[in-house]
């Protein structure tokens, strides 16, 4: 049968009811008659060899580059430079994208007599990967043969010896990267574009990039500016992004991009309800859902996490392409589009949707409310090109427990932002203004970001100013079944049901409303007419 | 009051806006019914067959065969071409059949009834080696899978009218049946007629939209097997002449399986000598259309003596 494209179902009496996802746990949800649901198309079809694929691709090249081997000879410099542990969510079963790609590339350099070859991690600002979590992104046999010896390394956004700033762009933005990255005679960047989002000169300018360059786009204005970001050309922080990556190349630094699209196989057999419509699970998928929702919810929150995080995604690899950065991204972006993007037609007075366990900055890891709002307003909300799903003035509805529980080793910042700053104002143009430059500086912060595997102080003001756009755009939040005192920290509203939540919308969008509920994930983009 | 379970521990019901799909199943006319020709199946259907099927036959529908002596001179694979009035009709063909050729012939099954759910292919395919076919329309997968097995040696048990007679009498042939397979594999075609089986098993009243037809004269004591005796008769093989369309060879066939059901009311010759002498295959056929009247009188024509009283009286 062939996949189906992204569907809008119109609730009626016979509509089972839909799930939500409601953190390390998901529960069923009757919506009012005349809602829309959202679904997401069904995967597409991975490729069939994937190691043939990539190779075909790196001799292949799009846009103006040489096949890769023609760029690689002996004597030569080479970085190759990958996505970190943000991407895929969840992490894909072995092996990974990232192995994929990395193998085949150092298997041409070997074959040129390539010497010189470092590995980095592309974190910017994120925390470093354990060795576990670079084993699993890169395969043992890299692992063993880089890491040993220095080779494989991690981007240090804070190590003046190993930053190179390359000047400022037309807008005066500083371009401050990786030094040996940008020093190299060719910097090969593996991506994965999990979301339209990811990929182009957002890799290089943003991945391996410093504070000083981070912060002229990752602030409150860029990103109420970037309507949606998942939508490039209309997206300031891309503009900036693109600005940059331009002037990286126009000051010499020859980058050979290598972007791949996944589909949206999400979970695995046995969590396959999930990316149902619910009035096709069989019988199978309705015990599944009855036996782990009961067991998850007599569970403590730490277990249900430590079982969530354990999943390791089917996704599997739909397109692979290299090249010239912007050549290669466009492609990238209708593969991604081909896969992931839904019609909708009109906004709607109410959004809802269920937040699941993770989001790019807590694998293996607590989704504290920070995070829980970036996830809701940052991404999910902005899962969309042409006009948000929810009108202007309209009410966003969350579900997710928000608990306020964060990790002291990933997010260090977060807790003091959680305390110091969102009791003093949620709006993100004073938060920015007022705190971030005493977080950024802050040299416990720098240290635990250098040395440990904590998030980099700054991260956190970034997490709210994803939000931006949808604060600024919403009239409401509510966020049903949460920590109520939480959900107030950031500006919110709890509510305990979904009857309530839209009763207390009502007095926002008036009687009667419109209402949309986004089934994600598995990850989709909704195209609103 | 008993309460009902719903969703998720009951079945989710479908949203009215969503068109439900086929089952993602293989059955119907993509099932595989391969396995239902190998040799192990094969040799546990045989002893089924003879050691069941056959004693239960002579017991629940004593048969008078006749016409058999066509079968000697022909060699297989041939197609049988059986009038059909009740879901007996397979068994009773397959159990009165000659040895060399009851256990090496399918019987082509309609896929939407008889292949609707996994238990009923598997319980056809293994009891009476059916393949499933489309009697809706032409179906290009149902008459390569026919053709194949013919040409592979299988004979083949066809029910030219595409499903049992609403009330006894014949219906027409279907051209892309019996006839188009014949032309196709240029093998014989046996016509036989089945009289007496709508007693032993009528077809039931409450299937109207399952099978063309439905005159609603169906009997109340439908779906209830009774004990009767039938008649099992054999015409002689046919073959579509050098330039004769499926069309007219169907008609052909047709007319030959109305003579067969007159010769179940007289005799060889009287049921020849009845048969239109202007023109054969029309008059034939017609001759068990049954009469254009009412229900009851299509009935009581159907159970009437022939003009000229019944020849089965001892001489």
Same mark, same amino acid.
């Given at each position: 049968m062939s996949r189906r494209p992204g569907f809008v179902l119109e609730v009626d009496k016979s509509t089972p009811p839909t799930l939500f996802w409601n953190g390390e746990g998901f529960t069923l949800e009757t919506l009012p008659e005349g809602s829309r649901v959202v679904y997401a198309p069904e995967p597409m079809k991975a490729l069939d060899d994937p190691y043939a694929a990539v190779r075909h691709a790196l001799l292949h090249p799009v846009g103006d580059r040489d096949p890769l081997p023609a760029l690689l000879h002996a004597g030569m410099k080479l970085t190759i430079c990958f996505d970190d542990i943000s991407l895929p969510l969840p992490p894909m079963e072995a092996p990974d994208i990232r192995q994929i790609v990395i193998e085949t590339v150092l298997d041409l350099a070997a074959d040129a007599g390539v010497d010189d070859v470092v590995l980095i991690a592309a974190l910017a600002l994120h925390r470093r990967m354990t060795e576990a979590e670079l084993r699993h992104a890169l395969g043992d046999r890299i692992y063993d043969a880089f890491a040993p010896h220095g080779l494989l390394t991690q981007h240090d956004a804070e190590d003046p010896d190993n930053l190179i700033h390359l000047g400022q762009t037309e807008r005066g933005e500083d371009v401050e990267i990786n030094k040996r990255a940008a020093t190299s005679d060719l910097l090969v960047y593996v991506n994965i574009n999990l979301v339209a989002m990811d990929g182009g000169h957002k890799s290089v300018a943003t991945g391996l990039a410093s504070y000083k360059s981070l912060r002229h786009h990752h602030n409150p204005q860029t990103m109420q500016h %970037?309507? %949606?970001?998942?939508?490039a050309p209309a997206s300031e922080l891309h503009t900036s992004n693109w600005r940059m990556g331009r002037h990286i190349a126009d000051a010499g630094v020859k980058v050979f991009q290598i972007e791949t699209t996944l589909n949206t196989n999400t979970f695995p057999s046995s969590f396959a309800f999930l990316q149902k419509r619910e009035w096709e699970w069989n019988l199978r998928d309705r015990a599944t859902y009855a036996a782990s929702s009961a067991s998850l919810r007599g569970a403590p929150p730490r277990v249900a996490r430590q079982i969530f995080h354990s999943i390791e995604s089917p996704h599997a690899m739909t397109s692979v392409q290299a090249g010239e950065v912007e050549a290669v991204h466009a492609v990238t972006t209708e593969n991604v589009w081909r896969q992931q993007g839904v019609d909708v037609t009109g906004q709607t007075d109410i959004l809802t949707m269920g937040l699941p366990y993770i989001c790019p900055y807590n694998v293996n890891s607590i989704m504290n409310p920070i995070l829980v709002a970036c996830l809701g307003l940052g991404y999910f909300f902005n899962l969309y090109r042409g006009k948000p799903l929810v009108r202007e003035g309209g009410v966003l509805i969350l579900r997710h427990p928000t608990r306020p529980e964060f990790h002291p080793g990933h997010h260090p910042s977060y807790i003091d932002f959680y305390e110091q700053v969102l009791t003093q104002t949620v709006d993100p143009v004073a938060i920015h203004k007022q705190f971030e430059e005493s977080f950024a500086t802050d040299p416990w912060y720098v240290h635990l970001y250098r040395t440990g595997h904590a998030y980099h102080g700054v991260h956190p003001f970034y997490m709210w100013y994803w939000c931006a756009h949808a604060l600024e755009h919403l009239g409401r939040v509510i966020v049903i079944g949460a920590d109520p005192k939480a959900v107030r920290r950031l500006g919110f509203s709890p509510a305990s049901s979904l009857n309530d939540a839209l009763e207390m919308a009502t007095d926002v969008v008036g009687p009667s409303p419109t209402l949309t509920h986004l089934h994600a994930p598995p990850i989709m983009m909704a195209d609103v007419h | 009051m008993a309460r009902t379970a719903r969703f998720p521990l009951a079945a989710p019901s479908w949203p009215a806006s969503v068109e439900r799909p086929a089952? =993602? @199943?293989?059955? #119907?006319?993509?099932? =595989?019914?391969?396995?239902? @020709? @190998?040799y192990p199946v094969r040799v546990a259907r045989a002893m089924i067959m003879d050691n069941v099927a056959r004693p239960v036959a002579r017991v629940l529908a004593p048969a008078t065969v006749r016409g058999l002596e066509h079968l000697r001179h022909v060699e297989g694979p041939v197609i049988f071409a059986a009038n059909h009035a009740s879901h007996v009709d397979t068994p009773l063909v397959l159990t009165n059949l000659p040895v060399e050729f009851r256990h090496r012939t399918v019987v082509a099954a309609a896929s939407d009834y008889f292949f609707d759910r996994t238990w009923k292919s598997v319980l056809w395919s293994f009891s009476l080696a059916a393949i499933p076919i489309d009697r809706s329309k032409v179906n290009r997968r149902s008459a390569d899978t026919a053709a194949d097995l013919i040409a592979a040696g299988w004979n083949l048990v066809i029910f030219?009218? #595409? #499903?049992?007679s609403p009330d006894g009498w014949t219906q027409p042939f279907h051209p892309a049946s019996a006839a188009y397979l014949a032309h196709r594999t240029g093998r014989p075609v046996i016509p036989v007629y089945l009289h007496g089986t709508r007693r032993v098993l009528p077809k039931t009243a409450g299937e109207p939209g399952r099978a063309p037809g439905g005159s609603g004269t169906e009997s109340r004591r439908a779906g209830r097997l009774r004990r009767s005796p039938i008649s099992v008769l054999f015409g002689a093989p046919l073959t579509p002449d050098e330039g004769e369309n499926t069309r007219r060879f169907a008609d052909r066939l047709e007319a030959a399986v109305a003579t067969l059901a007159r010769e179940v009311r007289t005799d060889w010759w009287r049921a020849r000598r009845d048969v239109s002498a202007a023109d054969p295959v029309a008059g034939a056929a017609a001759a068990h259309r049954g009469p254009d009247a009412p229900a009851w009188r299509r009935a009581w024509a159907l159970d009437a003596p022939p003009p000229g009283g019944r020849a089965t009286t001892w001489p």
């Amino acid at each position: 049968m062939s996949r189906r494209p992204g569907f809008v179902l119109e609730v009626d009496k016979s509509t089972p009811p839909t799930l939500f996802w409601n953190g390390e746990g998901f529960t069923l949800e009757t919506l009012p008659e005349g809602s829309r649901v959202v679904y997401a198309p069904e995967p597409m079809k991975a490729l069939d060899d994937p190691y043939a694929a990539v190779r075909h691709a790196l001799l292949h090249p799009v846009g103006d580059r040489d096949p890769l081997p023609a760029l690689l000879h002996a004597g030569m410099k080479l970085t190759i430079c990958f996505d970190d542990i943000s991407l895929p969510l969840p992490p894909m079963e072995a092996p990974d994208i990232r192995q994929i790609v990395i193998e085949t590339v150092l298997d041409l350099a070997a074959d040129a007599g390539v010497d010189d070859v470092v590995l980095i991690a592309a974190l910017a600002l994120h925390r470093r990967m354990t060795e576990a979590e670079l084993r699993h992104a890169l395969g043992d046999r890299i692992y063993d043969a880089f890491a040993p010896h220095g080779l494989l390394t991690q981007h240090d956004a804070e190590d003046p010896d190993n930053l190179i700033h390359l000047g400022q762009t037309e807008r005066g933005e500083d371009v401050e990267i990786n030094k040996r990255a940008a020093t190299s005679d060719l910097l090969v960047y593996v991506n994965i574009n999990l979301v339209a989002m990811d990929g182009g000169h957002k890799s290089v300018a943003t991945g391996l990039a410093s504070y000083k360059s981070l912060r002229h786009h990752h602030n409150p204005q860029t990103m109420q500016h %970037s309507r %949606s970001f998942m939508d490039a050309p209309a997206s300031e922080l891309h503009t900036s992004n693109w600005r940059m990556g331009r002037h990286i190349a126009d000051a010499g630094v020859k980058v050979f991009q290598i972007e791949t699209t996944l589909n949206t196989n999400t979970f695995p057999s046995s969590f396959a309800f999930l990316q149902k419509r619910e009035w096709e699970w069989n019988l199978r998928d309705r015990a599944t859902y009855a036996a782990s929702s009961a067991s998850l919810r007599g569970a403590p929150p730490r277990v249900a996490r430590q079982i969530f995080h354990s999943i390791e995604s089917p996704h599997a690899m739909t397109s692979v392409q290299a090249g010239e950065v912007e050549a290669v991204h466009a492609v990238t972006t209708e593969n991604v589009w081909r896969q992931q993007g839904v019609d909708v037609t009109g906004q709607t007075d109410i959004l809802t949707m269920g937040l699941p366990y993770i989001c790019p900055y807590n694998v293996n890891s607590i989704m504290n409310p920070i995070l829980v709002a970036c996830l809701g307003l940052g991404y999910f909300f902005n899962l969309y090109r042409g006009k948000p799903l929810v009108r202007e003035g309209g009410v966003l509805i969350l579900r997710h427990p928000t608990r306020p529980e964060f990790h002291p080793g990933h997010h260090p910042s977060y807790i003091d932002f959680y305390e110091q700053v969102l009791t003093q104002t949620v709006d993100p143009v004073a938060i920015h203004k007022q705190f971030e430059e005493s977080f950024a500086t802050d040299p416990w912060y720098v240290h635990l970001y250098r040395t440990g595997h904590a998030y980099h102080g700054v991260h956190p003001f970034y997490m709210w100013y994803w939000c931006a756009h949808a604060l600024e755009h919403l009239g409401r939040v509510i966020v049903i079944g949460a920590d109520p005192k939480a959900v107030r920290r950031l500006g919110f509203s709890p509510a305990s049901s979904l009857n309530d939540a839209l009763e207390m919308a009502t007095d926002v969008v008036g009687p009667s409303p419109t209402l949309t509920h986004l089934h994600a994930p598995p990850i989709m983009m909704a195209d609103v007419h | 009051m008993a309460r009902t379970a719903r969703f998720p521990l009951a079945a989710p019901s479908w949203p009215a806006s969503v068109e439900r799909p086929a089952p =993602d @199943r293989k059955i #119907g006319l993509e099932y =595989d019914h391969a396995w239902s @020709r @190998r040799y192990p199946v094969r040799v546990a259907r045989a002893m089924i067959m003879d050691n069941v099927a056959r004693p239960v036959a002579r017991v629940l529908a004593p048969a008078t065969v006749r016409g058999l002596e066509h079968l000697r001179h022909v060699e297989g694979p041939v197609i049988f071409a059986a009038n059909h009035a009740s879901h007996v009709d397979t068994p009773l063909v397959l159990t009165n059949l000659p040895v060399e050729f009851r256990h090496r012939t399918v019987v082509a099954a309609a896929s939407d009834y008889f292949f609707d759910r996994t238990w009923k292919s598997v319980l056809w395919s293994f009891s009476l080696a059916a393949i499933p076919i489309d009697r809706s329309k032409v179906n290009r997968r149902s008459a390569d899978t026919a053709a194949d097995l013919i040409a592979a040696g299988w004979n083949l048990v066809i029910f030219p009218e #595409g #499903g049992r007679s609403p009330d006894g009498w014949t219906q027409p042939f279907h051209p892309a049946s019996a006839a188009y397979l014949a032309h196709r594999t240029g093998r014989p075609v046996i016509p036989v007629y089945l009289h007496g089986t709508r007693r032993v098993l009528p077809k039931t009243a409450g299937e109207p939209g399952r099978a063309p037809g439905g005159s609603g004269t169906e009997s109340r004591r439908a779906g209830r097997l009774r004990r009767s005796p039938i008649s099992v008769l054999f015409g002689a093989p046919l073959t579509p002449d050098e330039g004769e369309n499926t069309r007219r060879f169907a008609d052909r066939l047709e007319a030959a399986v109305a003579t067969l059901a007159r010769e179940v009311r007289t005799d060889w010759w009287r049921a020849r000598r009845d048969v239109s002498a202007a023109d054969p295959v029309a008059g034939a056929a017609a001759a068990h259309r049954g009469p254009d009247a009412p229900a009851w009188r299509r009935a009581w024509a159907l159970d009437a003596p022939p003009p000229g009283g019944r020849a089965t009286t001892w001489p």
